[in-house]
């Protein structure tokens, strides 16, 4: 990618739905990710906690970006994501992340690079594989987003991303706005998906089972939410296929305590089994089911130098 292309795209920034028009390359201000053009890194560690498929033999080495474009009022990574703090939020250059990414990736032998919370740095994104590949050599690299995306910039994905991991999170547009203040989530959300499966096609594999490119959809159930998890199945069954890769996730747990009742507990046993069971009936044959009682295990803790257990 162009200098050029990276500054112009910055100076008046639509790259997610939100479209401020900011110019990031000044400042984040009046920007809803209040992000500026830099590399605004909250941790660069090797994570093992994706889909086994994902993981390959020695993990992925992840760049979790500081912010998010979406403000979920129950985020489990709440401590980077949140727009309005900036306390865990290291700035980098461009040499500095790749070094760091190179060096994670030769220490775990790994060539596994996962983007988290990618959608408002899209374009660092496209860089920083441009780099990493020159210095590196070949890697994966891993889309990992919430899917509030526009179309026309996940486009700009192909041949920079190998495996997407969108998590579908609601099939209605109103849980959007109250539980992530985001207008339309799911025709921007089903829109970019659709996109997604496009560009990486049907998923490879290596001898081992490990993925080498592909879409998984991910989507996580939320206590209360029964019915926006069975209508998201019934989506990506009907839009996608039954043979799509699907990672069902039940990990939720309450780390912040909301207005929301329903939000402040864990998913219950009847809950999980509601939705695992339609999980059957639309006969999805490919992907993966946390197990319920796998909440505390996943939860990062930022502060820490190795943010997972
Ligand atoms: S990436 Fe940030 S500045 Fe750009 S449109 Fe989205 S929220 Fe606004």
Same mark, same amino acid.
């Given at each position: 990618?162009?200098?050029?292309?990276?500054?112009?795209?910055?100076?008046?920034? +639509?790259?997610?739905?939100?479209?401020?028009?900011?110019? #990031?390359?000044?400042?984040?201000?009046?920007? %809803?990710?209040?992000?500026?053009?830099?590399?605004?890194?909250?941790?660069?560690?090797?994570? @093992?906690?994706?889909?086994?498929?994902?993981?390959?033999?020695?993990?992925?080495?992840?760049?979790?970006?500081?912010?998010?474009?979406?403000?979920?009022?129950?985020?489990?990574?709440?401590?980077?994501?949140?727009?309005? /703090?900036? /306390?865990?939020?290291?700035?980098?250059?461009?040499?500095?992340?790749?070094?760091?990414? =190179?060096?994670?990736?030769?220490?775990?032998?790994?060539?596994? &690079?996962? %983007?988290?919370?990618?959608?408002?740095?899209?374009?660092?994104?496209? @860089?920083?594989?441009?780099?990493? #590949?020159?210095?590196?050599?070949?890697?994966?690299?891993?889309?990992?987003?919430?899917?509030?995306? +526009?179309?026309?910039?996940? #486009?700009?994905? +192909?041949?920079?991303?190998?495996? !997407?991991?969108?998590?579908?999170? *609601? !099939?209605?547009?109103?849980?959007?706005?109250? *539980?992530?203040? =985001?207008?339309?989530? %799911?025709?921007?959300?089903?829109?970019?998906?659709?996109?997604?499966?496009?560009?990486?096609?049907?998923?490879?594999?290596?001898?081992?089972?490990?993925?080498?490119?592909?879409?998984?959809?991910?989507? $996580?159930?939320?206590?209360?939410? &029964?019915?926006?998890?069975? /209508? =998201?199945?019934?989506?990506?069954?009907?839009?996608?296929?039954?043979? &799509?890769? $699907?990672? $069902?996730?039940? /990990?939720?747990?309450? &780390?912040?305590?909301?207005?929301?009742?329903?939000?402040? @507990?864990? $998913?219950?046993?009847?809950?999980?089994?509601?939705?695992?069971?339609?999980? !059957?009936?639309?006969?999805?044959?490919?992907?993966?089911?946390?197990?319920?009682?796998?909440?505390?295990?996943?939860?990062?803790? %930022?502060?820490? +130098?190795?943010?997972?257990?």
């Amino acid at each position: 990618m162009k200098r050029l292309d990276f500054d112009r795209e910055l100076a008046s920034c +639509k790259v997610c739905p939100h479209s401020c028009g900011t110019n #990031r390359l000044e400042s984040a201000k009046g920007s %809803f990710c209040n992000t500026d053009a830099g590399y605004n890194i909250s941790s660069i560690t090797l994570h @093992r906690g994706e889909e086994p498929a994902v993981n390959g033999e020695n993990g992925v080495c992840n760049i979790f970006f500081s912010h998010c474009n979406m403000q979920c009022i129950y985020c489990q990574n709440y401590q980077i994501s949140k727009n309005s /703090q900036t /306390q865990l939020v290291r700035k980098y250059d461009l040499e500095s992340v790749v070094q760091e990414v =190179v060096g994670c990736l030769k220490r775990n032998d790994t060539y596994r &690079v996962g %983007f988290v919370s990618p959608s408002h740095n899209l374009m660092q994104v496209i @860089r920083l594989t441009e780099e990493i #590949r020159k210095k590196f050599g070949d890697i994966i690299t891993v889309y990992n987003t919430n899917a509030y995306e +526009k179309p026309e910039y996940i #486009r700009k994905l +192909k041949g920079y991303i190998n495996i !997407f991991l969108p998590d579908f999170k *609601y !099939f209605y547009n109103d849980l959007g706005l109250k *539980y992530s203040k =985001v207008k339309n989530y %799911f025709d921007y959300a089903s829109a970019s998906i659709d996109e997604m499966v496009k560009i990486a096609g049907k998923p490879v594999f290596d001898i081992n089972g490990y993925m080498l490119s592909g879409v998984i959809i991910r989507h $996580l159930i939320l206590p209360g939410e &029964v019915d926006n998890s069975l /209508q =998201v199945l019934e989506c990506i069954a009907n839009t996608w296929g039954s043979d &799509v890769y $699907l990672s $069902l996730m039940a /990990q939720y747990y309450p &780390v912040l305590k909301v207005k929301y009742k329903n939000l402040n @507990r864990k $998913l219950t046993e009847e809950e999980y089994n509601i939705v695992v069971s339609k999980v !059957f009936e639309l006969g999805f044959e490919n992907g993966w089911i946390q197990e319920l009682g796998s909440a505390e295990h996943y939860l990062p803790d %930022f502060e820490k +130098k190795i943010p997972f257990k």
